[in-house]
């Protein structure tokens, strides 16, 4: 499965930005998840996942209640709603997919995309 993220850009400390994760390749449908962002200086962080439906996520505690992931594999797209957006939030973010294990966990992701920047001013 090949993915490219998109939907970053500049935005002003509070507002909000949503990014997505088209895939393409095998049935989209058949693969967990995940997005990670790696800011300058700074290892990469996995921030959340969500399952083959959609219907079970996991967001870090760093991006909880305002960041959502979700899916629509009619689409085979995955997005990230970012909400509340602060300057510790600026990074290049990533989404990846694995076709096991669980929606918790950064371990097993495979097939990765191309970063999208996010930059968040004060």
């Known amino acids: 499965v090949q993915l490219q993220a998109s939907g970053g850009g500049l935005v002003e400390n509070g507002n909000s930005l949503r990014l997505s994760c088209a895939a393409s390749?095998?049935?989209?449908?058949?693969?967990?998840v995940g997005w990670f962002r790696q800011a300058p200086g700074k290892e990469r962080e996995f921030i959340g996942g969500?399952?083959?439906?959609?219907?079970?996520?996991y967001h870090s505690d760093s991006v909880k209640g305002r960041f959502t992931i979700s899916r629509d594999n009619a689409k085979n797209t995955v997005y990230l709603q970012m909400n509340s957006l602060k300057p510790e939030d600026t990074a290049v973010y990533y989404c990846?997919?694995?076709?096991?294990?669980?929606?918790?966990?950064?371990?097993?992701?495979?097939?990765w995309g191309q970063g999208t920047q996010v930059t968040v001013s004060s």
């Open positions: 990846a997919a694995k076709d096991s294990g669980v929606v918790t966990t950064a371990h097993g992701y495979r097939f």
């Open positions: 390749g095998r049935t989209f449908s058949g693969y967990i």
């Open positions: 969500i399952s083959r439906s959609g219907g079970r996520t």
